[in-house]
């Protein structure tokens, strides 16, 4: 349960946060100390050229929250959103989503304000054109008493202000201890797909997805006949029927910042039927080419196979995405994938 409003001593009764936005602001607060607020947004923004397609997480149909810079605002002005104050002490870790596209955008802030003392520390920030993506972000603090995380987005860059200058949040969370940097990337898809999305594949005439699914998949003699770990759980699939040889299924991770250290990605996979293709693995570096790390070719049996792959440094040297590509072969070669972990050290060490 989370604190719904400020008292005179502010008795927090929460020490972690979360919030994807999907039905209403979970009791964060629009600051009255800003000139706008941060607006409620399914889909693209209603300006082009700037704001994102859609939810990071559901496209279809889920919630974020931004900043529309279209007039009447102004060079500078500023939206300000505010958690209600948490309490306890020791580390913490902030995750969220943010999104930054337009030739004048501005600055995102990110601080943590002391009900003790009322000042506000600057934990993070950004400014500028980020690109046309969602960017996942993590940032370790500590608390030393009851305080509030704030959201601040400004309007323009460098003097200049239009309507190309959305800025963008979602999926906030605030959970105990610092920021172990696979908080987004372990999914079991149990409750949503975490941030992995569906890429359409260029010159393909249709969009061949993966889905969402617990239980058997559609075709007999192909698919797992449930998940991996207990019987009503969830995972990601390949409906194989229907297809063509050669057709392509493209899933695409958040954006992972770089690390020095490499990162270990371990996943399970399930290829089964006498038309099973190929499953690869890809690094898609910001701005780069994609490299592949690990492929699998044909029929694996009726059984889920634990995998790991080492990402090194070098290959992590700059932001990038995972892309698992399904190449499928035929009518009988559903391929699925379960509990995704990333670890920032190499596999092993």
Not at 103 to 124: A, D, F, N, P, Y
Request: aromatic share 12%; glycine share 10%.
């Amino acid at each position: 349960m989370i604190l719904t409003h400020e008292t005179a001593f502010a008795d927090p009764i929460t020490e972690e946060l979360e919030c994807s936005f999907e039905n209403d602001l979970c009791d964060f607060l629009q600051s009255s100390n800003d000139q706008f607020n941060w607006t409620l947004r399914t889909g693209q923004t209603p300006t082009l050229h700037t704001g994102p397609d859609c939810d990071p997480v559901s496209c279809e149909n889920g919630q974020y929250l931004y900043i529309e810079t279209t007039r009447p605002r102004s060079y500078g002005e500023m939206a300000r959103l505010e958690t209600p104050y948490i309490g306890g002490s020791g580390k913490r870790c902030l995750s969220f989503y943010y999104h930054m596209y337009g030739i004048s955008t501005g600055i995102l802030k990110v601080k943590q304000r002391s009900l003790l003392t009322g000042l506000e520390l600057v934990l993070w920030s950004t400014s500028g054109n980020q690109g046309n993506s969602w960017h996942q972000h993590t940032v370790s603090y500590s608390a030393l008493n009851c305080y509030k995380i704030i959201f601040e987005g400004y309007v323009g860059s460098n003097g200049v202000v239009s309507y190309k200058g959305d800025i963008a949040i979602d999926e906030i969370k605030i959970h105990l201890h610092e920021c172990s940097g696979s908080l987004w990337f372990d999914c079991n898809f149990e409750n949503d797909v975490c941030g992995w999305k569906n890429s359409s594949v260029a010159n393909q005439t249709f969009q061949l997805d993966w889905r969402r699914h617990k239980g058997n998949t559609a075709t007999p003699g192909t698919g797992p006949s449930r998940d991996r770990s207990h019987a009503d759980g969830y995972y990601l699939y390949v409906e194989s029927s229907r297809t063509l040889v050669g057709d392509l299924a493209h899933l695409v991770s958040p954006s992972m910042e770089s690390s020095s250290t490499g990162y270990c990605v371990g996943f399970y996979y399930h290829m089964y039927g006498d038309k099973s293709g190929n499953l690869t693995m890809f690094i898609e570096p910001e701005g780069g080419t994609k490299q592949q790390l690990w492929k699998i070719i044909g029929d694996q049996g009726d059984s889920w196979h634990n995998q790991q792959v080492n990402i090194s440094s070098a290959q992590a040297s700059q932001t990038f995405k995972i892309l698992f590509e399904a190449a499928l072969a035929g009518s009988t070669g559903d391929i699925a994938l379960d509990d995704f972990t990333i670890s920032k050290s190499l596999c092993g060490s």
